[in-house]
C-alpha cells in the first residue's frame, strides 16, 4: 500500500478504534471508483478534498459518525456513508453525498478507513493518482468553497482558524 497513512485511534465507549486516513491529488478515475463503493469491494469513505481543510475535520466527522454507530443513531446504511453525512453542516444525505462525496470531477480525494488499514487496499490498487500526505489537505481544499459550504464569517476567521470554524459547525449539528 503506498504511504502516507495517517493512523489515529479514537475512543468510542470502552474501545479504542483505530481511523486510517489517505489523501491522493491527481486522481483520474473517481468515476470508475464509485460502483466498487456501491458494492462493498472498497470499504471506505472517499471523500472530495475540496471542502476538507485538514484530517482533523476528518477525523471529528468519523468520531460522530462512529458514537452514532454505537448509540444506534446512524442516518445513512454503513459507517462509511455516515462519516460523509458527519461532513456536512446539514441535516439532507443526498446533499451531504453531492458535497462531500467523491464525484466524478474530483482530482483530489481522502479516504477514510475504520478497524482495519487493509480496507485501503482495494482502493489504492484501483485508485489512479499520487498518495501525498494527509497535511496537504489545506493545500488541495478550495478555501471559498468550504467558507461558502459552513457559512463561515469574515469575523470567525479574524479570531480564529478556518479548521476551527469548520469543526465547530460539525460538531454543533452533531449536538442538536
Do not use: W
Not at 491522493?24 to 470508475?32: A, L, M, P, T
Not at 443526498?94 to 487493509?118: C, H, K, L, W, Y
Not at 471559498?144 to 479570531?159: F, H, S
Amino acid at each position: 500500500m503506498p504511504e502516507p497513512v495517517e493512523t489515529t485511534e479514537l475512543r468510542v465507549g470502552e474501545e479504542d478504534i483505530p481511523v486510517y486516513i489517505m489523501t491522493f491529488k491527481d486522481v483520474k478515475n473517481v468515476k470508475e471508483l464509485k460502483p466498487m463503493l456501491m458494492d462493498g469491494r472498497i470499504n471506505a469513505a472517499l471523500v472530495s478534498a475540496k471542502k476538507i481543510v485538514s484530517p482533523f475535520q476528518l477525523l471529528v466527522a468519523t468520531n460522530i459518525a462512529l458514537h452514532n454507530q454505537l448509540d444506534g443513531t446512524m442516518k445513512t446504511k454503513n459507517i462509511n456513508s455516515e462519516i460523509i453525512f458527519s461532513l456536512s453542516p446539514g441535516k439532507q444525505i443526498s446533499e451531504a453525498f453531492r458535497s462531500f462525496g467523491a464525484g466524478p470531477g474530483d482530482t483530489a480525494v481522502a479516504a477514510v478507513a475504520v478497524s482495519d488499514r487493509s480496507r485501503l487496499e482495494p482502493l489504492c490498487q484501483a485508485l489512479q493518482g499520487t498518495a501525498v500526505p494527509p497535511e496537504q489537505l489545506a493545500q488541495l481544499a478550495d478555501e471559498q468553497a468550504v467558507i461558502k459550504q459552513y457559512a463561515v464569517t469574515e469575523q470567525e476567521l479574524i479570531v480564529g482558524t478556518l479548521e476551527q470554524a469548520v469543526v465547530s459547525r460539525i460538531a454543533s449539528r452533531c449536538a442538536t
